[in-house]
């Protein structure tokens, strides 16, 4: 079969983009749990036949640099492609299987034209609560990947269309919340239904076999775009370093570090000098810790080039196992998100070296995840996850943003409305919070505070967040932005709480206050022009 021509392959390009982009948009309309419906934490994504990823929707870079590494994990290791069926739905959360951590589950289902499997559709979402010690699924004390919650090994929860009884009787069994877990899966099944029906329309259009021609096309372009990209920065050797606070258990730090090695089209990612795997859940697995380099490879590109899974096929990752970024079996993983974020502005302080009209300082760099087990007075239960973000960091030519999802993030923020009328809980102050970005000649947008008190009998109160030690660094003589807080008030008085927090009991007036860090400032400060400097005593974003 000849090669497609660059009009009809740009057809079914974007034909494969808008049914990711309308499952998307299909979780969204159906979902049931706030995480999903109003915090969008979930992706969606269209796969070859043999599982790599062609085209997705727009939303976690987490998530989709990663939902391949998956898709491709389960079919090696655990349930061969030749065992799908038409009509299979195969889940999987479990982080040694292809998942990323609990709370996330993945769904696939293959999409087949005439008897041939032409594709696979995914969905990945988190999910409100997957049981284990911490509502949330997000224990800040776990010590073991046991503790977690439910983990789902890849297995068919529809075989042939019908719906395996059993495994979701299991799996509502074992979390806090199993009408919102169901009607989140639903939510995914509808949005793998109208990828299937998406692709075959175009299918019966241009046919099965030129779909998948089209796919591999797909790739191969995706690569020659990041060979030509890598091969526009200098050769050469960067590194950079930062460092997590702590792991929750142990009070010291762990080592982030990076070296990058740029040859000709080809880039090399050495991860070995990260520190060892932490006992607490701060760990990422490499599936994982590969989603942050991919990410911050397609940061610095000077041109777009289409995400796919071509993308990734000239950079090399080496990381040792046992280390906080290729963690070992059965290493905690529910807060994996710390290890990546900071692994993200690491390997982007490295890229700078190499590209620095490309780099903004670093941008928080934390998923400041609070999640409420509240306890109302009727005995019913209600799980809150709220996912806070801060300021991004300042860039060559222009501030950071306040407050706004940056970097592995794409998540909104759920509204006061939303919470207040699903849940015994108050937000009583939810600003912007001066003088937290860093000064610079281009300063780092804010952080921001938000507080929410108890209104009913009591709650349970777990944290999982970063950046109270290391701030988010500046940039060229930028400074670096601020570390963030947790406070508990009650009584009129004031306790300082860790940026690690496991099922704090808290009653009735309670006031739990949030402070997120800022971005870092990019150039030195005095080089920020007085008008610009007015403007900000003006508004008030320095103090």
Not at 81 to 86: H, R, T, V
Not at 160 to 173: C, I, S
Not at 259 to 288: F, H, K, W, Y
Request: proline share 5%; aromatic share 6%; with cysteine.
């Amino acid at each position: 079969m000849s090669p497609l021509g660059p009009v009809e392959l740009e057809i079914l390009r974007n034909g494969l983009t808008a049914a990711a982009a309308e499952m998307d948009v299909t979780v969204w309309r159906t979902s049931r749990s706030t995480v999903v419906r109003e915090l969008l934490d979930y992706s969606t994504a269209i796969f070859d036949r043999d599982g790599y990823n062609v085209a997705q929707s727009a939303r976690i870079p987490q998530h989709l640099n990663s939902m391949s590494a998956g898709l491709l994990s389960v079919v090696r290791d655990h349930l061969s492609l030749d065992l799908w069926e038409e009509g299979d739905v195969v889940v999987t959360n479990d982080p040694y299987c292809g998942g990323q951590h609990m709370p996330d589950i993945l769904a696939f289902r293959p999409v087949f034209v005439d008897g041939a499997r032409i594709a696979i559709v995914g969905t990945l979402c988190h999910h409100l609560d997957m049981g284990g010690m911490a509502a949330g699924s997000y224990a800040a004390t776990a010590t073991e990947v046991f503790q977690e919650g439910l983990r789902i090994p890849p297995l068919k929860l529809y075989k042939r269309g019908a719906l395996n009884e059993d495994l979701l009787a299991m799996m509502r069994q074992n979390v806090r919340q199993p009408e919102i877990l169901w009607g989140d899966l639903q939510a995914q099944m509808a949005s793998l239904a109208v990828g299937v029906a998406n692709l075959q329309k175009l299918a019966a259009r241009f046919g099965g076999a030129t779909i998948v021609q089209a796919c591999a096309q797909m790739l191969d372009g995706s690569e020659r775009a990041m060979r030509a990209m890598i091969g526009r920065i200098p050769d050469g050797r960067y590194e950079f370093e930062d460092f997590l606070d702590d792991d929750g258990i142990e009070d010291r730090p762990i080592r982030i570090h990076a070296a990058i090695t740029v040859r000709g089209e080809e880039m090399l990612v050495d991860l070995s000098g990260c520190g060892d795997q932490a006992l607490g859940p701060v760990n990422a697995t490499l599936a994982s810790s590969a989603s942050a380099v991919s990410y911050a490879v397609m940061a610095v590109a000077d041109e777009p080039i289409p995400a796919n899974a071509g993308c990734y096929r000239p950079i090399t990752v080496e990381a040792r196992e046992g280390s906080i970024v290729h963690a070992r079996h059965p290493a905690p993983v529910a807060n994996r998100i710390a290890a990546t974020h900071r692994l993200a502005t690491t390997l982007l302080g490295a890229l700078h070296q190499a590209v620095p009209g490309r780099v903004p300082a670093a941008y928080y760099g934390v998923s400041y995840v609070c999640s409420f087990q509240a306890l109302r007075e009727d005995g019913s239960r209600g799980v809150l996850v709220e996912i806070e973000v801060g300021g991004s960091g300042g860039h060559p030519e222009q501030d950071g943003l306040h407050a706004f999802t940056s970097g592995m993030h794409n998540n909104s923020n759920i509204p006061v409305e939303m919470i207040e009328s699903e849940l015994p809980l108050i937000i009583t102050r939810y600003a912007l919070l001066p003088g937290t970005g860093g000064a610079g000649r281009h300063r780092g947008g804010l952080g921001l505070v938000r507080e929410w008190r108890v209104d009913c009998p009591a709650a349970v109160f777990t944290a999982n967040g970063e950046r109270f030690k290391f701030r988010p660094y500046g940039l060229d003589g930028g400074e670096p932005g601020s570390t963030g807080r947790l406070t508990l008030l009650r009584d009129g008085e004031t306790r300082l709480l860790g940026s690690k927090v496991n099922n704090l009991r808290l009653q009735r007036g309670d006031v739990i206050r949030l402070e997120t860090s800022g971005g870092g400032g990019f150039g030195p400060p005095d080089a920020r022009p007085e008008a610009q400097q007015a403007r900000d005593r003006a508004l008030g974003y320095v103090v």
